[in-house]
């Protein structure tokens, strides 16, 4: 019986994915409430969470940005965040109103939150570059 050749060194995103969710529904299945199922869960989370079997459809947006121009989009996304933040604060700095001061809080918090999910996609961004070059995650290019 012959192989081919590297046959088994690539990985197939939509049989990862339907073995980690094959996975957590037979851990649910027989050892429902345990933490063994949390833990199947989050590796489905986590196989989502990072694209492993996103297909693009019909309805995909055309993806025509180099990495270095999406990190750049996002830097510039963080900014502007930044700049809502400030202006917000700004804005409300002589008012008494509990109620503008409760607004202004609450899109400092969505703000904080929104800039964090940027940054996160800015490093896993970094580290498929740095994947694709070969080379580890934080070194200089």
């Known amino acids: ?36 199922g949390e833990v199947s869960a989050e590796l489905v ?36 965040l930044s700049l809502t933040s400030k202006l917000a604060a700004l804005f409300v700095q002589h008012f008494t109103d509990p109620v503008v001061l409760g607004a202004v809080n609450e899109i400092e918090t969505l703000v904080t939150g929104l800039s964090g999910k940027i940054w996160q996609k800015i490093e896993m961004l970094e580290r498929v570059v740095a994947r694709e070059a070969g080379r580890p995650a934080g070194a200089e290019a």
Do not use: K
């Not at 994915?17 to 529904?25: M, V, Y």
């Not at 986590?46 to 121009?69: C, F, H, I, K, Q």
């Open 45 to 80: 989370a986590l196989a989502e969470e990072v694209g492993v079997a996103r297909e693009d459809t019909a309805a995909s947006p055309v993806r025509t940005m180099t990495p270095p121009e999406l990190g750049r989009y996002l830097d510039y996304c963080s900014e502007l």
């Open 1 to 36: 019986m012959t192989t081919q050749p590297g046959r088994y060194r690539q990985l197939d995103a939509s049989e990862i994915d339907a073995t980690l969710r094959r996975l957590r529904d037979r851990v649910a299945e027989r050892f429902p409430d345990s933490e063994l």
